[in-house]
């Protein structure tokens, strides 16, 4: 148990469907994150929130929306997906922004929501 | 973005043996961390590393923060079952002009021990 809960833990959509990704942290932490899992790939840094303000936006297709509505709570909002965006979804949190000092550098991990898009 | 070389992709072993694997840079980190994704899972930190040269160990496993700040180096003595899984290295490192850091992510080592 990381203290971080993502829900759901298995998701299959058609591409006009709509649905949301939820993630929880019960560890007091500022900073969380949305990151893709692709086979055979690094792991992709998708949004950053910091204090519930988005500080990152990789490039992400708008498809993929997401909301902080405060710092214990994310989520993903997902519409008109495409089957590449199969994947899993990880949330993480981490105390704060990670910076210079190497400091909050400490990322944990949810169980991620395998998403498959069909 | 900032590419870490890890290696070996994959990793067949038998129970009792020793691991090592290990992640690569041409750019300089200032921290470097060590996670394990269980099947299923999202990824565990295991060891983090902080200073050039450092030797950091948690159980059975050791990591290295290279003399070069370049790569990172973890091993696994006397591996069991449950060591099975992915291993991540990644690397915090301030982008220029910043003093906040961002977190880069190898491809990751596939671990799998035979009883």
């Known amino acids: 148990e990381t203290g971080v809960t993502q829900t759901p833990r298995h998701l299959v959509m058609g591409m006009t469907n709509k649905k949301s990704l939820k993630c929880e942290q019960h560890?007091?932490?500022?900073?969380m994150y949305w990151y893709k899992q692709s086979a055979k790939k690094p792991l992709e840094l998708m949004f950053v929130?910091?204090?519930?303000?988005?500080?990152e936006n990789n490039s992400v297709p708008s498809r993929f929306s997401p909301e902080c509505p405060n710092s214990s709570h994310l989520f993903l909002h997902l519409h008109t997906l495409q089957p590449e965006d199969s994947a899993l979804y990880l949330c993480?949190?981490?105390?704060?922004?990670?910076?210079?000092?190497?400091?909050?550098?400490?990322?944990?991990f949810g169980s991620g929501t395998q998403l498959s898009v069909l | 973005g900032q590419q870490l070389n890890q290696s070996p992709q994959s990793m067949f072993i038998q129970e009792g043996e020793d691991v090592s694997m290990n992640c690569t840079s041409s750019?300089?980190?200032?921290?470097w961390l060590w996670y394990k994704q269980d099947p299923g899972e999202g990824p565990v930190l295991l060891i983090a590393?902080?200073?050039?040269?450092e030797l950091t160990s948690n159980g059975r496993l050791t990591a290295q923060f290279g003399i070069t700040r370049k790569d990172s180096f973890l091993n696994i003595s006397a591996s069991i079952p449950s060591d099975v899984g992915i291993y991540f290295c990644?690397?915090?490192?301030?982008?220029?002009?910043?003093?906040?850091?961002?977190?880069?992510f190898g491809r990751g080592t596939q671990l799998t021990v035979w009883p």
């Open positions: 929130y910091n204090f519930k303000e988005q500080t």
């Open positions: 590393l902080y200073k050039a040269g």
């Open positions: 993480a949190s981490s105390q704060d922004w990670p910076d210079a000092t190497g400091t909050n550098e400490k990322l944990f």
């Open positions: 560890l007091g932490h500022n900073a």
């Open positions: 750019s300089i980190f200032n921290t």
């Open positions: 990644a690397g915090l490192k301030t982008d220029r002009g910043s003093t906040l850091g961002r977190l880069y």
